[in-house]
DNA sequence: GTCGCGGTGAATGTATACAAATATTGGAAC
DNA sequence: GTTCCAATATTTGTATACATTCACCGCGAC
């Protein structure tokens, strides 16, 4: 351990691991070095183990029958999965919300970032304050599986939501500069809007089907960019482990 | 490593952990040790640390902030919300199996065991065979959960039947002997049935209703286990970690 | 030329050693 | 008797050492 890297070293080589397989530094199908990695990010192997066995449980590797991971290549299929399943439990949180009941004092603070957000989006697309808008969504995201008040199913929906490509999140840095993905942010608030009133009227079947549609927005973005808009793919963090994606590399 | 016991030391302090934690060798609430584990298991600390990470994914452990983890202690809102969000998963697969389309002989498949099914439950309650029973059930949602044919819902489904108390068997070694809950099983047969028939009408919707309800059945056996049944307890492995629940210890 | 096989090297799985952090216990002061 | 503090002892987190297993490579036989 050196002077000012005493950080964790299990967190250090979690994110080293992490950044180096969605930037493409490892390419797919490779099979990762536990030696190797210890020696570039400077800790030991015991470190780097547990990182890859975080990695393995999000999806992002895959363990080799004779030992070791290999970097995880993902279809097309396994990421529509992956967000069908990210609104299937945002849904089902939605829901326990609405039929459960939540303090009125919660809704009205989700509220409050939905009204920030509209301030972020601005009138028009030429206006939207996207550093401000990819924060505030992850906020209200998780705001929202808080209201289910359950830590079962909100462990669930953290896990999904670290899987590649699948959280609420994943296509927002493309869509910044693209108009043609813009637009659906206007929609997509449409949706916070209706799910946060379908919760505050114990409306829990409404609830999960809009959480669900909502989620499946990002299928349009995900199309997106795995073909027409093939050339600002390299924005999205992980679209370089879709078999098939035609990223530029640097 | 010792003569015969080369068998991986993980599996033996996964598997020895796990025991230890659901037949409340462990406590709720005590800190597990490492050295102690190691030294009971006859293996080194590091698989005991692998599989400690390992039981606190599945929910059986807590990490405490201090460092070090401890057995955790489930409310019955817990294994309600585990059993709701198993549903929710078992839900997901079968309306993606219906959507989708499955080939009629992986159908005729799950028919076969629903057949064998009957055999095993016999004409009453009288002549049930509990132990092909118990294996078929779970050959049964396996295949159920196969019908996807999506490697991230199964995997997902495999994560939440690993939870304490939500699996699809988790309640079956004790409705064994007690007709009152034996009753239930014919129940759930015909929701067996009714959930392939769905799947091979394509009909989503109710195939993912009927799996929603067919866990639910899991929470009538789990309040009768807390409650009027509770001196049958000691054959639900895991109860002893809800809080309340009086297990009746040797 | 292709297939099979043995050897060598590297990689993982496991065990142990070390250091920083934390819990505990004993004692002293109030 | 209680509370605070400090010293000790244990615990975890990390690093390294060891051994078994796996993979790759070259060589020989067919």
């Given at each position: 351990?050196?002077?000012?890297?005493?950080?964790?070293?299990?967190?250090?080589a979690?994110?080293?691991?992490?950044?180096?397989?969605?930037?493409?530094?490892?390419?797919?199908?490779?099979?990762?070095?536990?030696?190797?990695l210890?020696?570039?990010?400077?800790?030991?192997?015991?470190?780097?183990?547990?990182?890859?066995a975080?990695?393995?449980?999000?999806?992002?590797?895959?363990?080799?029958?004779?030992?070791?991971?290999?970097?995880?290549?993902?279809?097309?299929?396994d990421?529509?999965?992956?967000?069908?399943?990210?609104?299937?439990?945002?849904?089902?949180?939605?829901?326990?919300?609405?039929?459960?009941?939540?303090?009125?004092?919660?809704?009205?603070?989700?509220?409050?970032?939905?009204?920030?957000?509209?301030?972020?989006?601005?009138?028009?697309?030429?206006?939207?304050?996207?550093?401000?808008?990819?924060?505030?969504?992850?906020?209200?995201?998780?705001?929202?599986?808080?209201?289910?008040?359950?830590?079962?199913?909100?462990?669930?929906?953290?896990?999904?939501?670290?899987?590649?490509?699948?959280?609420?999140?994943?296509?927002?840095?493309?869509?910044?500069?693209?108009?043609?993905?813009?637009?659906?942010?206007?929609?997509?608030?449409?949706?916070?809007?209706?799910?946060?009133?379908?919760?505050?009227?114990?409306?829990?079947?409404?609830?999960?089907?809009?959480?669900?549609?909502?989620?499946?927005?990002?299928?349009?973005?995900?199309?997106?960019?795995?073909?027409?808009?093939?050339?600002?793919?390299e924005?999205?963090?992980?679209?370089?482990?879709?078999?098939?994606?035609?990223?530029?590399?640097?």
């Open positions: 351990m050196a002077e000012a890297e005493k950080k964790i070293s299990y967190q250090r979690l994110m080293g691991l992490r950044e180096r397989i969605l930037t493409g530094t490892l390419a797919v199908g490779d099979r990762v070095s536990e030696v190797a210890a020696r570039d990010l400077g800790v030991s192997r015991t470190p780097v183990r547990e990182a890859m975080e990695l393995v449980e999000q999806g992002l590797l895959e363990r080799m029958p004779t030992g070791g991971c290999m970097v995880r290549s993902l279809t097309r299929a990421v529509v999965d992956g967000i069908e399943l990210r609104g299937t439990i945002e849904g089902l949180a939605c829901r326990l919300a609405a039929e459960r009941g939540v303090p009125e004092m919660r809704l009205t603070a989700c509220d409050a970032i939905l009204a920030k957000i509209d301030g972020a989006l601005g009138p028009g697309s030429e206006h939207t304050d996207f550093e401000s808008y990819m924060q505030l969504n992850a906020r209200f995201h998780q705001a929202l599986g808080g209201l289910s008040d359950s830590a079962v199913v909100l462990k669930e929906l953290d896990r999904v939501t670290a899987m590649p490509m699948a959280g609420p999140s994943a296509f927002l840095q493309g869509q910044a500069l693209i108009p043609q993905t813009l637009r659906s942010l206007f929609v997509a608030q449409d949706h916070h809007r209706a799910i946060v009133e379908a919760i505050r009227h114990r409306e829990g079947a409404r609830a999960e089907a809009l959480a669900r549609e909502h989620a499946r927005l990002a299928l349009r973005n995900l199309d997106f960019f795995l073909g027409e808009g093939a050339r600002h793919a924005r999205i963090p992980g679209i370089s482990l879709v078999a098939g994606a035609k990223v530029l590399e640097a």
